[in-house]
């Protein structure tokens, strides 16, 4: 079983950065994949990355693709993204997850099994 807790969100203007860490317990963090979904306002949670359990690979989202960056480092069980060239429509609520699916999988939150309870990320124009 894994717990997981998000933080770093805040305000920030328009083309300024946020970095967003998602700690994690459990002992076996090493074997998710893990990835970070956003909810807007009256939308539906979206995929924004993944990253698989060694870190080697990683996947975006075409609107965040060139912006941002997953990382994780298994040692300390943490997971992270740098958020860069923010946009006010990169504006949500983030949530990191935890998936025991194959990568190509975990674009879809119905295969994670464990979730963050969210941090706010508010960009101003």
């Known amino acids: 079983q894994v717990q997981l807790a998000e933080s770093g969100g805040g305000l920030v203007q328009a083309g300024g950065s946020l970095r967003l860490s998602c700690a994690a317990s459990?002992?076996?963090?090493?074997?998710?994949?893990m990835g970070w979904f956003r909810q807007a306002a009256g939308k539906e949670r979206e995929f924004v990355a993944r990253i698989v359990q060694s870190g080697g690979n990683t996947y975006y989202s075409d609107s965040v693709k060139g912006r941002f960056t997953i990382s994780r480092d298994n040692a300390k069980k943490m997971v992270y993204l740098q958020m860069n060239s923010l946009k006010p429509e990169d504006t949500a609520v983030y949530y990191c997850g935890a998936a025991l699916a194959l990568a190509y999988l975990t674009v879809e939150e119905k295969y994670y099994g464990y979730w963050g309870q969210g941090t706010q990320v508010t960009v101003s124009s």
């Open positions: 459990g002992r076996t963090f090493s074997s998710y994949v």
